[in-house]
């Protein structure tokens, strides 16, 4: 059983700052990648930034220069650092790490979401 365990979003002023983070737990044998996506109300998911586990980021243009993705394998933990909050960046963030596991396989897992409102 793996598991995702996301924390750190909230309600924040535009040109604020919030850092998430997400720990994954359980039989994992290795991450491959662990990364935010974001899905607003009758969207699709779409990648905001993930990063490979030897340390490779990828952006979303949106966030490109605001955002940072960082992570420390020693804990298993991806953090997104967000600066220069505006108000579009208001959606439901969750975390999405691709994992070998004690299954034998690679599966795609997902934490349970956490909101982020950009808001004055």
């Known amino acids: 059983q793996v598991r995702l365990v996301e924390s750190g979003g909230g309600l924040v002023q535009p040109g604020g700052s919030l850092i998430l983070s997400c720990a994954a737990s359980?039989?994992?044998?290795?991450?491959?990648?662990m990364g935010w996506y974001r899905q607003g109300p009758g969207k699709e998911r779409e990648l905001v930034a993930r990063?490979?586990?030897?340390?490779?980021?990828e952006y979303a243009d949106s966030v490109k220069g605001r955002f940072t993705i960082s992570r420390d394998y020693t804990r298993n933990t991806a953090y997104l650092q967000m600066n220069a909050l505006k108000p579009e960046d208001t959606d439901v963030y969750y975390c999405?790490?691709?994992?070998?596991?004690?299954?034998?396989?690679?599966?795609?897992?997902w934490g349970q979401g956490t909101q982020v409102t950009i808001s004055s």
């Open positions: 359980g039989s994992i044998f290795s991450i491959v990648t």
């Open positions: 990063i490979t586990w030897n340390g490779n980021p």
């Open positions: 999405g790490s691709r994992i070998y596991s004690s299954r034998s396989t690679y599966d795609d897992y």
